[in-house]
């Protein structure tokens, strides 16, 4: 099991950056697939994007490309850096890592340990 904190959130405009960061502690970091999903007020959570213990990377349809997930297995840290962010980005951003050792999937329950979120605002 791992525990997972994330951080980097805040208040952007329309067009900005953010970067956000998921530091895992636990031993199976480097054989867990790890995801980032968000949830908007009122919405269910989204999947975003995930990336494998081999680096994969998978992202969901809205992401257009200006998105990309990245991880440090020496760091024990998953990162997403958001850029061209628009006001429906909005929301709670969450990680994830999968239910089991050299899994991954798209669906909240293919994974078994969260975070606690950090949020995200784009606005002007």
């Known amino acids: 099991q791992l525990h997972l904190v994330e951080s980097g959130g805040g208040l952007v405009q329309p067009g900005g950056s953010l970067r956000l960061s998921c530091a895992a502690s636990?031993?199976?970091?480097?054989?867990?697939?790890i995801g980032w999903f968000r949830q908007a007020p009122g919405k269910e959570r989204e999947f975003v994007a995930t990336?494998?213990?081999?680096?994969?990377?998978g992202y969901g349809g809205f992401v257009e490309g200006r998105f990309t997930i990245s991880r440090d297995n020496a760091k024990k840290t998953v990162y997403l850096q958001m850029n061209h962010l628009r006001s429906e980005d909005t929301g709670i951003y969450y990680c994830?890592?999968?239910?089991?050792?050299?899994?991954?999937?798209?669906?909240?329950?293919?994974?078994?340990?969260w975070g606690q979120g950090t949020q995200v605002t784009v606005s002007s």
């Open positions: 994830a890592a999968g239910r089991y050792e050299r899994y991954s999937g798209v669906n909240p329950n293919d994974f078994g340990s």
């Open positions: 990336i494998t213990w081999t680096g994969g990377e």
């Open positions: 636990g031993d199976t970091f480097s054989s867990r697939a």
